[in-house]
């Protein structure tokens, strides 16, 4: 049985996904995101940092990986303040976007 911390956390990091994905699609103009995949969040255990990877197979453009890393650096803090307006939670955490081969380092930065 899980802890209700747990399903909570579960429920938040599918609605991050969802969001963090209308937000980029509809309200991000930075060309280097354009067609970009959210396909995970994971968030830390005490919700103050959410990990959300990306894939870029489906990506409508051929930029460098720099480049589109470069992209969600710029764009964070307008995803951020947009996902607090969007969510009903005391505290947003801070986004961390990392490309889907990140899956690895992510697994081995939180055991």
């Known amino acids: 049985m899980h802890s209700q911390d747990f399903s909570r956390a579960e429920r938040l990091s599918d609605l991050i996904r969802a969001e963090v994905s ?4 509809d309200h ?3 060309p280097r995101l354009k067609g970009i995949t959210i396909i995970n969040v994971e968030l830390s255990k005490d919700i103050k940092n959410a990990f959300i990877f990306y894939s870029l197979l489906n990506s409508f453009n051929s ?3 720099n480049e589109i890393a470069e992209g969600f650096s ?3 803090p307008f995803i951020r303040r ?3 307006s969007r969510l009903s939670i005391k505290r947003i955490p801070d986004l961390k976007f990392l490309p889907e ?4 380092n992510w697994m081995d ?3």
């Open 101 to 104: 081969d990140g899956i690895k």
């Open 74 to 76: 710029k764009a964070k």
């Open 82 to 84: 947009r996902l607090g």
């Open 22 to 25: 209308e937000i980029i699609r």
């Open 63 to 65: 930029l460098d990986p």
């Open 109 to 111: 930065f939180s055991l």
């Open 28 to 30: 991000v103009k930075d």
